[in-house]
């Protein structure tokens, strides 16, 4: 039920920012179908409780009961993104370094590295030349 509930909220979020008509009543119906996903989950789990060794799903539920308003944000504020695979990009790439050099040698190495990569994705995200803007940089510190 609950994979359903996301791919519909973030089919109406997909409309939404693409240019839709925020629809009131559809996120209010969004709502109402979490709430009652959340009752036949606690319902379930009254019944027949999570085993020692099975708690997943049962802690999943937990959260999703009680942070309801951080889940459904991205229904709320179409500004918002129903995902964190942005988030995970980015990650992605430092974990891809550190897993090519095994390790770095120091904590200035990391912060390095991650202020390159900071500075890399900030020239990125103005679209700008990366080569130009970085050959710039290192020009701008020679002339002191």
Known sequence: MMKEWIKDAVIYWNDVHNGGEEDLEK??????????????????????????????????????AEEKERYTLFLHDPRVEPDN?????????????????????????????????????????AGKNIYESVKERFNAGLEV
Not at 36 to 58: L, N, R, V
């Open 27 to 64: 996120v209010a119906e969004l709502d109402q179908r979490y709430d009652e996903i959340i009752t036949t989950a606690k319902t379930e789990y009254e019944y027949e409780p999570p085993g020692e060794y099975f708690k997943d799903g049962y802690n999943l539920y937990k959260r999703m």
């Open 85 to 125: 695979n942005l988030a995970e990009r980015c990650a992605r790439k430092f974990k891809r370094k550190a897993a090519q050099v095994m390790c770095f040698r120091s904590q200035n190495g990391v912060d390095w590295f991650c202020d390159g990569l900071s500075i890399i994705q900030s020239i990125k995200a």
